[in-house]
């Protein structure tokens, strides 16, 4: 009976994080419905295609909860990797004499992928009746990664200045923190090694070796 204690106690304690994160994912789809987001892109393939199809239920909603924000912090990561080169697009294209409009337009059409995906809804949103201060405050709102980018355009479509300098100035910035990331992800290898070094290689070596000997040590015994 103790024993039958023993285990619905822990099986309760292992239970009660998915019960949270279930609660937590039913309380955010009850946002969404009352208030709809875009369509999303209908290419979804891969392990966020197949969550999408798994039944309702608490570890549904848990296993899509996760998958999806691991998905959106590897769409955050990649965006990061080409907002440098749209920097210097938009410098380029400022220098070249086009308005802060323009060289979005020209970064919608020539930026990276991902990059580009988030820069055409500007251009999208100015031909439907909204103003570029607008457009630009949406894009800043649905993607924060590029915050500092429209707050540059910002400053420099409603006061004037020049956005050039500040254009440089954020792609270096960018450059030496995709820099620092990098150096920090190289810092962790050693520690991920651990894992296959401490549980697969090292017993893999006593099973070769010290298991061996042991066996022919008692034999011989």
């Known amino acids: 009976m103790t024993a039958w204690l023993v285990a619905g106690g822990w099986g309760l304690a ?22 709809p987001e875009p369509a999303p892109a209908p290419a979804r393939a891969g392990w966020f295609a197949c969550a999408r199809r798994l039944p309702l239920g608490a570890p549904g909603r848990v296993v899509r909860g996760l998958l999806a924000h691991g998905r959106g912090r590897r769409d955050d990561a990649a965006l990061a990797t080409e907002l440098p080169v749209g920097l210097d697009l938009l410098g380029v294209a400022v220098g070249s ?28 949103a100015c031909a439907l009746g909204d103003s570029f201060t ?15 980018l429209a707050d540059a ?13 500040a254009l440089a100035r ?8 995709l820099r620092r990331r990098a150096e920090a992800a190289a810092r962790t290898v050693p ?7 401490v549980f697969l290689v090292l ?16 034999a011989r015994t």
């Open 14 to 35: 292992a239970a009660a994080p998915l019960l949270v994160q279930a609660r937590r994912q039913r309380v955010v789809r009850r946002v969404t419905v009352l208030r």
């Open 97 to 124: 004499g086009c308005t802060p409009y323009l060289a979005v337009e020209v970064a919608a059409q020539w930026a990276p992928a991902r990059l580009q995906a988030c820069l055409r809804s500007v251009p999208r």
């Open 134 to 148: 607008g457009a630009l405050d949406a894009l800043a709102a649905a993607t924060p990664r590029l915050r500092t």
């Open 153 to 165: 355009l910002l400053a420099s479509d409603r006061l004037g200045a020049p956005v050039g300098d």
């Open 170 to 177: 954020l792609a270096a910035e960018e450059r030496a923190a």
């Open 191 to 197: 520690v991920r090694l651990l894992f296959p070094l």
């Open 203 to 218: 017993p893999a070596f006593g099973l070769l070796t010290v298991v061996p000997t042991l066996v022919n040590g008692l």
